[in-house]
């Protein structure tokens, strides 16, 4: 009787147990489907840096004082950063002001001066050496415009090469500074035609007038007038000259190179500072090839990383370049992938050249979806599917996703508002299975 009724107790021990564990099923977290905006994006490394830089070069020839800026100094823009020495430039000023001071007294004694065999001789020689002048002007301007010419061509060239990634930057800048020196130097030797034209024009005149009219000596007034007129045109080439003495960064931003750092003669073009302009930062992002198909110029991009010390931005794509690269990954892996810019705006946030950034290239939205958590859906049997709970079990539902990211899986079929489903299916559920919620 002890045995039975000991039997009869562990069977009924047993049944209670099974019926007990069969009644709390496995514990699931079950939530109802979302209608929120589902985002597919690329999430890439990005780091800041200057979509434009500057050569700062020397105007005129002359002297330059030493540059006290170091490289990472920053600039305002028209903020002085190179002095050339004025002395000589002031003192020739001087000495072409003191010549026009004696031309305009030399008009007093007009009325009293009279023309002579030696100041035709002289107009004469006036008139042949302004011509030689005019010659050799031409001759200098000529010679420079087909280098110019070829300059421009070279920089041209040089640009798209370093678009095509066959050159360096540094090679541009290098052809750039002769570009720019040689358009300042075709822009000075064209002031020195036109002077010396102007000079030729005033002789002939003051030649003619003296040859015809050898008793009335009103063309020594105009002769005068010519040389004050030729002096002046000099002077103003001196007085801009000076003008550019002041070297001045033509925009805000940090010094990328120093060029020149003690005190030396240089001629006019010589490179002296790279300036690189803050408000033209921007953020370059190598992307996976097979990826980089699906972002356009003007996506949306979020930007967030430590710098941004929580904060999150809002950039566009602006770029994509045309071909693409190997890279080793930080797995050792090679891989191709395609350089993608990014504009922002940099305004209250500073960020500096170089900075590490974490973005987000959003190709694809999906606003008022219904959605559920991407952990929500595998697959199984080749088909995308959820589990759903329906009278306290686990039952296999096949769905057609749309977009889908880290956080949000779209359901386009499949699933209506009212269901509810298991969040994060376990791998002991199956269709069927009882479940509790946790």
């Not at 000495?95 to 030696?118: C, F, H, M, Q, Y």
């Not at 800048?173 to 040689?182: G, Q, S």
């Not at 699906?294 to 990383?305: N, P, S």
């Not at 050249?353 to 697959?379: H, N």
Request: a negative charge.
């Amino acid at each position: 009787m002890k045995r039975i009724v000991w039997a009869v107790v562990l069977v009924a021990f047993i049944g209670g147990a099974v019926v007990a564990f069969r009644g709390r099923g496995v514990p699931v977290e079950i939530v109802a489907p979302s209608v929120v905006t589902v985002r597919d994006y690329i999430a890439e490394d990005g780091k800041t840096r200057l979509g434009n830089e500057f050569t700062v070069a020397m105007p005129v020839s002359g002297t330059v004082d030493r540059i006290d800026l170091e490289v990472g100094d920053l600039v305002q823009k028209d903020q002085c950063v190179a002095v050339v020495d004025r002395y000589e430039i002031e003192q020739r000023i001087r000495e072409l002001e003191s010549l026009v001071a004696r031309a305009r007294a030399g008009i007093t004694g007009v009325d009293e001066a009279k023309p002579k065999a030696e100041d035709l001789a002289s107009s004469d020689i006036r008139v042949t050496e302004m011509a030689d002048a005019l010659g050799i002007a031409r001759k200098g301007r000529a010679a420079i415009a087909v280098n110019f010419g070829e300059a421009e061509k070279a920089y041209t060239r040089a640009k798209n090469l370093v678009t095509d990634g066959a050159v360096s930057e540094s090679y541009l800048d290098e052809v750039e500074a002769r570009y720019k020196a040689l358009g300042q130097s075709l822009e000075q030797a064209a002031l020195q035609e036109e002077a010396a034209a102007k000079a030729l024009s005033q002789a002939e005149i003051a030649s003619k007038r003296l040859a015809g009219s050898v008793d009335d000596n009103e063309y020594m007034r105009d002769d005068i007038h010519a040389q004050i007129e030729g002096l002046d045109a000099q002077l103003s080439l001196l007085r801009n000259d000076l003008k550019k003495t002041d070297v001045c960064a033509p925009v805000a931003g940090p010094v990328l190179e120093k060029l020149v750092d003690s005190r030396r003669v240089l001629q006019a073009g010589t490179p002296l500072l790279r300036i690189g302009d803050l408000e033209s930062i921007e953020i370059e992002s190598d992307v996976l090839s097979e990826e980089v198909g699906r972002v356009k110029a003007g996506d949306e991009v979020e930007i967030g990383g430590k710098a941004l010390q929580g904060k999150t931005l809002i950039g566009t794509v602006s770029r994509i370049y045309p071909s693409g690269f190997m890279k080793i990954s930080s797995l050792g892996v090679e891989q191709q992938r395609v350089k993608t810019i990014v504009e922002f705006e940099n305004a209250g946030i500073d960020l500096r050249p170089g900075t590490s950034v974490d973005l987000k290239i959003i190709t694809a939205e999906s606003a008022d979806t219904l959605a559920v958590p991407d952990r929500a859906a595998f697959r199984r049997e080749g088909q995308w599917s959820v589990f759903r709970v329906i009278d306290g079990r686990a039952v296999l539902t096949p769905v057609t996703l749309g977009l889908r990211n880290d956080e949000w899986a779209e359901i386009t079929k499949g699933l209506s508002a009212e269901d509810r489903i298991i969040a994060e299916p376990k791998n002991e559920l199956e269709d069927g299975t009882r479940v509790t919620e946790s």
